[in-house]
C-alpha cells in the first residue's frame, strides 16, 4: 500500500459528540488524500518492429503510386484520346445540326504556334486546331453569301481543341488526303481583327481538314501523324486513319518505327 500523504487535518475538541466518547480524534479530510504512484516507465521512440512495419507500408505504398504518376505524363496518348473524341463530338454536331463541320490546324506554319514548355524544354509543336461549320463541306468561302441563300464557313469556338504542348502533328510521313500525300502550299486564313480571309503560303502538312456532312459521313479519309515530341515514352507517334465511316483506326509506333501491337482489349498501347 503507497503512503498517504495528510495535508490538513482538523482536531474535534470541547462539544462534539465524537469527541466526548474519544478525545483529542483527528478527522482527516477525504478530499486531502493524496495517492503517491511509482512514476510510469518512458514509451519515448519506436521499437524495430514498428519501424519495419513502416518501412513495408510505405514501400507498399510507393510501388502502387509511381507507376500512377508515370502514366499521368504521356502527351501523346493524352492527345490522341483527345482528338479522337473532337471528331466523334464534330460528327454527333453535324448531324444533330442538319450542317457540315470540319477540323483543321489553327495555323498554316509551325512557326506560327506559341512556344510551350515541357520538360524543361521549350517545345513548338503544330498542336492547336479549329472547328468550322457550314451548309455542307463543298463550301469553300467564309462568311459570305453564297448561291441558294447558304453562307461560307463559320467558326465554332466553344469546340476549338488544344492538345497537350508536347504533341503535336508530325511533317512526316506526310499527311494525306484521299490517299494522295497533301501537297498545296496555300492555307486560308481569317484574320483576329475581322478582316475577309487570305490565301498564305503553308506548310503542306497542316494544309487539311477532316470534314463531316449533315449525315456524319467523311468528305474525303485523311490519314495524319501525331508525334510525342519529348519522346520519353515506349509510343513516339501515332498515325490517324479516319475512313469516310466509322471511328479512327489508330496506330501507335515506337522509336524504331515499329507497330506496337494492341493490347487484349484492342486498344493501342502507348
Known sequence: MPPVKCSRSIRHTGTSPVAAIIPNFIFIEESSIVAIRPPKPSSDGFTLVELLVVVIITSIIMGLAIPSLMALNKPLRDGTLQFKSQLSLIRSKAISTNQAYRLRPKYPTTAQYPAATAQNSTLITPHSFIVEYAANCQVSTYGDPLPGGNVGWQSA??????????????????????????????????????????????????????????????????????????????????????????????????????????????????
Open 157 to 270: 469556338p466553344d469546340l476549338d481543341l488544344d492538345l497537350p504542348a508536347a504533341a503535336g502533328v508530325a511533317p512526316l510521313p506526310v499527311t494525306q488526303v484521299n490517299g494522295t500525300a497533301v501537297t498545296s502550299a496555300t492555307f486560308t486564313m481569317v484574320p483576329a481583327n475581322g478582316a475577309s480571309p487570305i490565301s498564305v503560303p503553308a506548310d503542306p502538312y497542316l494544309n487539311w481538314s477532316i470534314c463531316y456532312d449533315n449525315r456524319g459521313v467523311a468528305f474525303a479519309p485523311v490519314s495524319l501523324t501525331l508525334k510525342d515530341f519529348q519522346g520519353n515514352n515506349q509510343a513516339v507517334s501515332v498515325q490517324i486513319n479516319v475512313g469516310v465511316v466509322g471511328s479512327p483506326d489508330i496506330r501507335t509506333y515506337d522509336r524504331t518505327g515499329a507497330v506496337i501491337p494492341a493490347d487484349s482489349q484492342g486498344n493501342p498501347v502507348f
